[in-house]
């Protein structure tokens, strides 16, 4: 046990506590340690535990402070457009809470117990593992969760920190360090029926979970456990593969093994569950048609798209026949980039290559290395 439970029970009899506190603190300890998360009394204990000032760890929690006002100076807000229009609001932590949310990270959330079916946002796991649960299907049926983070609210944070074992008021405060109330303009951008969902659950001011936390990904994976169930437990009744990343869920089925479940009876599942469907990126991918699975092909095999891989090419070729600075007047999309920049766009794209295709990326390395990236050039 990596709790002193012993030298705890010693010292708590030095100071005169009766044994029904000592027997409630034991079990209080054995639950958490039993779990392997750190046990951890109040905020006090949690300031000393994480290294920082208990009066800081006050003033972001904002005890006094009943609208949280004081989360718009800890976060940095700015939105990034969407593929498909419509923009996505960042809530960016300031260091001093991003450290704090990456000690709650690792230490508490890493601990919980995801469904392997979970293939998002996981050390050891991606894209690629996701699309692999899905390669060679005879049909696909792929359902986004409407904005997935703005539907989980403070009140479901607090239930993970309970339910994993923490006590009722250091549950709050904890969820309080990890949530964040979006910025009325935000809600300028929903549609009405964006608008009409989300409302029915929280308002305005309702503290959700900030996408660009560290602790945003793992806490949604864990309140959306529950649903992972459902579906999986459905999933061995009517034989279909199921996979969740993120707010991204896939169902497939192979040719004469099973049948795809509904979609009205997920979209029940999904509710009952706290979430909503978002109608406009539902979709059925039979085979002959392009299925595709976060980004990678899964008709044959699991494969970037072969428009991906001869973009890459493309770039490759022209730099290597031409040089790097002629290719980048030539194309308006780089035209802003100066060597270097390109240097590491170019790299990033076939290391990402690399982690799905080596054989295709060891081709795409052999000619990277064969251009000339003198900055003089």
């Not at 009140?155 to 990890?178: D, H, P």
């Not at 996408?211 to 279909?240: C, E, H, R, V, Y």
């Not at 392009?290 to 072969?306: A, E, F, I, M, P």
Request: hydrophobic share 35%; glycine share 4%.
């Amino acid at each position: 046990m990596s709790f002193p439970l012993e030298l705890f029970i010693l010292e708590a009899e030095k100071q005169g506590k009766s044994k029904e506190y000592i027997d409630v603190c034991t079990e209080y300890i054995k639950k958490l340690d039993s779990k392997g998360l750190p046990v951890i009394f109040s905020l006090h204990h949690l300031a000393q535990e994480i290294g920082v000032q208990y009066k800081y760890l006050r003033f972001l929690i904002g005890e006094n402070d009943k609208k949280y006002e004081h989360k718009y100076k800890r976060y940095n807000y700015f939105t990034i457009k969407k593929k498909r229009g419509g923009y996505r609001e960042i809530m960016a932590p300031a260091k001093d809470l991003k450290y704090i949310q990456k000690w709650i990270l690792l230490n508490i959330l890493y601990a919980y117990q995801l469904e392997n079916c979970c293939k998002g946002f996981l050390p050891n796991q991606g894209i690629l593992d996701n699309a692999k649960v899905h390669e060679n299907s005879d049909e696909i049926l792929k359902i986004d969760l409407l904005k997935f983070y703005d539907s989980i609210t403070f009140g479901r944070v607090v239930q993970v920190f309970e339910s994993v074992g923490y006590i009722k008021n250091l549950a709050i405060s904890m969820a309080k360090l990890v949530t964040a109330i979006n910025r009325e303009s935000y809600w300028d951008d929903f549609d009405e029926y964006s608008r009409h969902k989300l409302s029915s659950i929280r308002n305005f001011n309702t503290p959700v979970l900030p996408q660009g936390a560290p602790t945003s990904p793992m806490l949604a994976n864990i309140i959306a456990t529950n649903l992972d169930k459902k579906i999986m437990k459905l999933s061995k009744k009517l034989n279909f593969r199921y996979s969740r990343y993120a707010d991204d869920l896939t169902f497939s089925v192979k040719k004469d093994e099973g049948v795809l479940p509904y979609l009205k009876l997920i979209k029940n599942i999904i509710e009952s569950e706290g979430f909503f469907v978002n109608p406009s990126k539902t979709i059925v991918k039979k085979r002959g048609r392009r299925q595709y699975v976060t980004g990678l092909t899964v008709t044959n095999g699991v494969n970037l798209s072969k428009k991906y891989r001869r973009e890459i090419f493309k770039h490759l070729y022209y730099c290597r026949k031409f040089g790097v600075n002629s290719h980048l007047k030539r194309n308006e999309n780089f035209r802003k980039y100066n060597i270097i920049q390109f240097h590491d766009w170019l790299f990033g794209h076939i290391c990402y290559t690399n982690s799905i295709n080596q054989q295709a990326a060891n081709k795409m390395f052999d000619i990277f290395r064969k251009i000339n990236w003198s900055v003089s050039e």
